[in-house]
């Protein structure tokens, strides 16, 4: 069983009682092995003999692996050639033989699918399985024992088992908690399909949530969804970023986009759960260390902590540091600066700095620029 703490700064922050379901603690960072363990525990001896094989953006990749080494069951994975090296290593070291195929999951998936018929493999589905998708419930009925005065549980939903067996297993036992479902704008592939009435295919989009990057939900998890879950809402990438920033800085907590989602609907208000006893399921934290430090930077961009600007000075000693002296006096942190005066639109006889500053937030940020007006300074903030 996974913990379920109260979150007290997210709490006065989205408005809720909030509560965090850390699957980012299992052994593989993520809630997928929960799913694969009981499928691999439903094999039969012949299926076991002849081994496993699975198509993954990651997660789901590491949990197969892993359950399926300490089965003594062969494994193999096929992954999107894109994946995070860091679960692609992550997957091999767990005793998986990957095969990186394809540049999204569908194109992995036909692949896993071919290998399974030609080498005589079990295929575990990463979301569209029975076994997999009463896996994943088991964290619902961890939460109605955890939070006995639950009112509703946020989810993030890509292919739809995680959020199709939590739902059930929660409305089964107590159909007055709400299940709220969770997907990126860029590609809301559930919401497509409730809207069809049936699976649809959509683009492939990049998004900084790769783990519910799916662009077709399941036909079993889609029945389940239109069955139990009461709504689905959509956050912005920003908004991801944001929940992952928001993570780290209060509750010291690594989150992969995925894991986050459900954090950047509550703090955005998109719920309609204020005030209610809510859990939010931080599904993994399985990320890119490359992808993180980019995150950060967006999230302190979005969040008005990093700000950049053009700013024309006249071009004659000392003016850069008339500039900066002010910029010190107002205590914002120079991250970088280039002076030029042959581009920006630079006129004769001035320079523009191209100027990116760090503040304590928009309260910090609009007392900068008041004072620069002040001063004399025309700037252009570049966003």
């Known amino acids: 069983m996974t ?14 009682a909030l509560y965090l379901k850390l699957e980012n603690l299992n052994v593989t960072g993520s809630f997928k092995e929960r799913g694969a363990l009981n499928r691999l525990l439903l094999m039969t001896d012949a299926e076991r003999g002849r081994g496993v094989i699975a198509a993954s ?12 080494a300490r089965l ?3 494994a193999e994975i096929c992954m999107p ?3 995070p090296i860091v679960k692609v290593n992550a997957t091999r070291q767990y005793g998986a033989q990957v095969i990186l ?7 992995a998936l036909a692949e896993a699918r071919r290998r399974s018929v030609s080498e005589g493999l079990l295929f575990v589905h990463a979301f569209d399985d029975e076994g997999v998708i009463a896996g994943q419930g088991t964290i619902g009925l961890e939460l109605l024992e955890q939070i006995p005065d639950l009112d509703a549980v946020i989810v993030a939903v890509g292919g739809g088992g995680l959020i199709g067996g939590i739902a059930c297993a929660v409305k089964e036992s107590r159909p007055e908690v709400r299940v709220i479902g969770v997907q990126t704008t860029a590609l809301p592939s559930m919401q497509a399909a409730l809207s069809a009435g049936e699976p649809v295919s959509m683009p492939a989009v990049p998004t900084i949530a790769d783990g519910i990057a799916v662009r077709k939900a399941g ?3 889609l029945e389940l969804v239109q069955k139990y879950v009461d709504e689905i809402v959509t956050v912005e990438e920003e908004e991801t970023a944001t929940a992952i920033l928001r993570l780290l800085e209060s509750q010291k907590m690594l989150a992969e986009g995925a894991g986050a989602v459900g954090v950047a609907a509550l703090l955005r208000r998109k719920t309609g759960l204020e005030g209610k006893n809510v859990a939010v399921v931080i599904g993994g934290g399985n990320i890119d260390v490359t992808l993180l430090s980019r995150i950060i930077e967006r999230a302190l961009v979005k969040d008005g902590r990093l700000v950049r600007m053009r700013i024309p000075v006249p071009d004659h000693p000392g003016a850069l540091q008339q ?5 010190a006096i107002e205590r914002a942190n120079i991250v970088q600066v280039i002076h030029d005066r042959a581009y920006f639109g630079a006129h004769l006889g001035e320079g523009v700095v191209d100027i990116t500053v760090e503040t304590r937030g928009p309260e910090h940020v609009e007392e900068l620029l008041g004072k620069l007006a002040a001063a ?8």
């Open 57 to 68: 953006a990651g997660n789901h990749a590491q949990g197969i692996a892993y359950h399926a």
């Open 323 to 327: 500039l900066t002296t002010l910029l």
């Open 72 to 74: 003594g069951i062969r």
């Open 376 to 383: 004399g300074y025309k700037y252009e903030r570049v966003r």
């Open 81 to 83: 050639v894109f994946t």
């Open 101 to 107: 195929h394809g540049n999204d999951f569908d194109e």
């Open 3 to 16: 913990p379920a703490p109260y979150s007290e700064n997210l709490t006065r922050e989205a408005g809720n």
């Open 219 to 221: 036909k079993f998890t």
